[in-house]
């Protein structure tokens, strides 16, 4: 079992920065590694939306809604993914998912997951 925690998300002024990270982790002595990390965003009532991709090898796609402002990378060996987020729009309020294919020892084939999600909310 592989878990998605994500974290740093808060309020924040229109204008304002966060920094969110996304920790994969799994019980005592699974091996395990991540292929593909993804941040996504959803808000009540829409759909799920890719806010950036982030290969293996650290190169990003992003939404062009954030191309410029929001920069997404990974440390492979922390397991961890990163979204810096700037110049925060109040319309980019949502709750900010981590998605991540990951590959264990015990089973070659990668699956994806989902982390719980964490709040970013953007208001004076």
């Known amino acids: 079992q592989v878990q998605l925690v994500e974290s740093g998300g808060s309020l924040v002024q229109p204008g304002g920065s966060l920094r969110l990270s996304c920790a994969a982790s799994?019980?005592?002595?699974?091996?395990?590694?991540?292929?593909?990390m993804a941040w996504y965003r959803q808000v009540p009532g829409k759909q799920r939306e890719l806010v950036a991709h982030?290969?293996?090898?650290?190169?990003?796609n992003y939404a062009d809604s954030v191309k410029g402002r929001f920069t997404g990378s990974r440390d492979n060996a922390k397991n961890t993914a990163y979204l810096q987020m700037s110049s925060l729009k109040p319309r980019e309020t949502a709750v900010y998912y981590c998605?991540?294919?990951?590959?264990?020892?015990?089973?070659?084939?990668?699956?994806?997951?989902w982390g719980q999600g964490t709040q970013v909310a953007v208001s004076s």
């Open positions: 799994a019980a005592s002595g699974t091996i395990f590694s991540i292929n593909d």
């Open positions: 982030i290969l293996n090898g650290g190169t990003t």
């Open positions: 998605y991540a294919t990951v590959r264990t020892l015990a089973n070659r084939k990668s699956v994806p997951f």
